[in-house]
């Protein structure tokens, strides 16, 4: 596809074109000897990243302790399979997690967007694990059933009812989580809600 000085599209080569490059929005997050790529959608007047935080390290560089116990509140993300991350709020509160000119989803994000979506979640939702029916992912949110970890254990399919925890920060201190945002297809459930702020919830973490 050509476009003309006079910018009308055409299929064939004119003279004074302009030469245009199409790449997609994507967000590289550096962190150390460690660089994810993370893709972006604009939801709204939103920017938010296409897929959870899966980063083993702080933004200045400095391991995150990797374990499975979160009954022990200490700083800590787990990985109890190579697709999800969960972080606890002790992580959250010790160093900053979120790449340079990003932050955590914090209560206002999180409500911008309900407001948006018309609180119709199945918008957010991705994946076959949702319950048929209950994923369309319009937004190009991406929002997989990756469930929540709990003191040692991975909750993620009770059933078929599948659902996601989100961590939700304060909106004058992003390292303060005030709970968490929830998407379930539990009992034809198909709205946003909001959840647990326990010391032992690992939770999925989405930044915009």
Request: contains cysteine; proline residues 3%; neutral net charge.
């Amino acid at each position: 596809i050509y476009v003309t000085k006079d910018k009308a599209l055409s299929l064939v080569p004119t003279e004074n074109i302009l030469q245009l490059q199409i790449k997609p929005d994507e967000l590289i997050d550096t962190r150390g000897d460690e660089t994810i790529t993370y893709p972006i959608v604009k939801i709204g007047i939103q920017y938010w990243m296409c897929s959870n935080l899966k980063s083993t390290k702080y933004t200045d560089g400095t391991p995150i302790d990797k374990g499975s116990n979160f009954n022990e509140t200490t700083p800590k993300y787990c990985q109890p399979n190579a697709y999800y991350y969960f972080y606890n709020s002790a992580a959250i509160a010790h160093k900053s997690l979120s790449p340079t000119n990003w932050r955590i989803g914090n209560n206002s994000d999180w409500e911008k967007l309900k407001v948006y979506i018309k609180n119709d979640a199945k918008v957010l939702k991705s994946g076959a694990a949702w319950e048929e029916g209950r994923a369309t992912n319009l937004t190009g949110f991406n929002g997989i059933a990756a469930g929540l970890y709990s003191g040692t254990y991975l909750y993620e399919d009770k059933s078929k009812n599948r659902f996601v925890y989100y961590w939700c920060t304060d909106n004058s201190d992003s390292k303060i989580t005030t709970g968490s945002i929830t998407l379930t297809s539990q009992d034809n459930n198909n709205i946003m809600n909001s959840g647990s702020n326990s010391e032992t919830l690992g939770a999925c973490i989405r930044c915009i």
